[in-house]
């Protein structure tokens, strides 16, 4: 599992190999990962936009950036918690994704909430 927290605010990401909806002959790998997003500080914040950075195993990078997270922009008072699930296909069996989250506070600030990098892995392919 993949944690961080940046200015009061965690992120942990948990990924699962979806084999039912891969297709590794024709190198297609999906892969699915929960995201739980916690404030734990003692001010408000609202996630408006991500970005990511998937890399593949061959070292590709793809960059991934847009509003808020499954069609949301949640705003998170001090002890609110939410969670959502997304995917991601890969041309090979393994791989990794981090990134960050734009925050902004009532007062207008802005931050970005790291997300720590968390593998994308075939069970078994690592061996």
Known sequence: ????????IRVQVRSRYLEEQSLPAQGRYLFTYTIRISNEGPEDA??????????????HEQHVQGDGVVGRQPYLRPGETTEYSSFCPLP???????????????????FDARIAP??????????
């Open 1 to 8: 599992m993949s944690d961080a927290v940046t200015e009061g």
């Open 46 to 59: 609202q996630l408006m936009a991500r970005h990511w950075v998937i890399t593949d195993a061959m070292g």
């Open 92 to 110: 090979t069996p393994h791989g990794q994704m981090h990134g960050s989250y734009r925050m902004v506070r009532p007062d207008g600030s802005q």
């Open 118 to 127: 968390f593998a994308l892995v075939v069970p078994d392919t690592l061996n």
